[in-house]
């Protein structure tokens, strides 16, 4: 079975400065997607950026960025620019690509502070 | 309204009592989830639906947990004789298709508290 850690449980940025949040997978196929989502305080989740797992170019997004490195089955996120509406818990979520539900699995979450 | 609505926003419930909690995807979506997200937690999947056919169900944490989509749009969560146990906040989500890269989009969720 797949799974997602984030060893994160709490980051704090400076406004302005880069931050970034880490995130691990295990799985055992070749074939899948990454995602980071973001989840305001008592808001609804939004999607940040996605990857697909056969892509080598690492996704952009604005300030938004990752790192997918595919042998280490690693995928963080780079958050340039700090503003202070980037405070919230951030997940990153697996998807199988060879599965028929589309089911996400998320990590347990990442909760970023962002100091004026 | 283009984004995924559910209600009610909070529900309060009595342990043994029945809930139904009420998911309105974006129109056309195909794919609609339901996840449930203990406090401070990560969602975990319970089920999938593709059009009214519920493809995968295997979330779902006990038999007490049933969820419908009956005419492939809105859905329906329903807990029966509930337990302290079931307090979360229940999302659900909908997207275009499951495969790919698409997006799911979520509401707001629904925050149900067993008393």
């Known amino acids: 079975a797949q799974t997602v850690t984030q060893s994160q449980p709490e980051m704090s940025v400076q406004e302005a400065e880069t931050v970034t949040l880490s995130c691990t997978y295990d799985?055992?196929?070749?074939?899948?997607?990454l995602f980071w989502y973001k989840q305001p305080p008592s808001r609804q989740m939004i999607l940040v950026i996605r990857?697909?797992?056969?892509?080598?170019q690492n996704a952009t997004e604005n300030r938004f960025s990752v790192n997918f490195q595919k042998a280490a089955k690693s995928f963080s996120l780079k958050i340039s620019d700090s503003q202070l509406g980037d405070a919230a818990m951030y997940f990153c979520?697996?998807?199988?690509?060879?599965?028929?539900?589309?089911?996400?699995?998320f990590g347990q979450g990442t909760t970023l502070q962002v100091k004026p | 309204g283009a984004g995924v609505s559910q209600s009610p926003r909070y529900k309060v419930a009595k342990r043994g009592q029945d809930v139904a909690l009420r998911c309105d995807p974006i129109?056309?979506?195909?794919?609609l989830f339901w996840y449930q997200q203990a406090l401070g937690q990560g969602p975990e999947f319970l089920t999938y639906?593709?059009?009214?056919?519920?493809?995968?169900k295997s979330g779902l944490p006990s038999d007490r947990f049933f969820a419908e989509r009956p005419e492939g749009s809105v859905s329906t969560l329903k807990i029966q004789r509930t337990q302290k146990e079931d307090s979360a906040v229940y999302l659900c989500?909908?997207?275009?298709?499951?495969?790919?890269?698409?997006?799911?989009?979520f509401g707001p969720g629904t925050r149900l508290t067993v008393l």
């Open positions: 989500a909908s997207s275009l298709a499951s495969s790919g890269i698409n997006e799911q989009f």
């Open positions: 799985t055992s196929e070749s074939d899948y997607y």
């Open positions: 990857q697909e797992a056969y892509k080598q």
């Open positions: 979520a697996y998807r199988s690509g060879s599965s028929n539900t589309g089911k996400l699995i």
């Open positions: 129109s056309g979506h195909v794919s």
């Open positions: 639906f593709q059009n009214e056919a519920q493809l995968d």
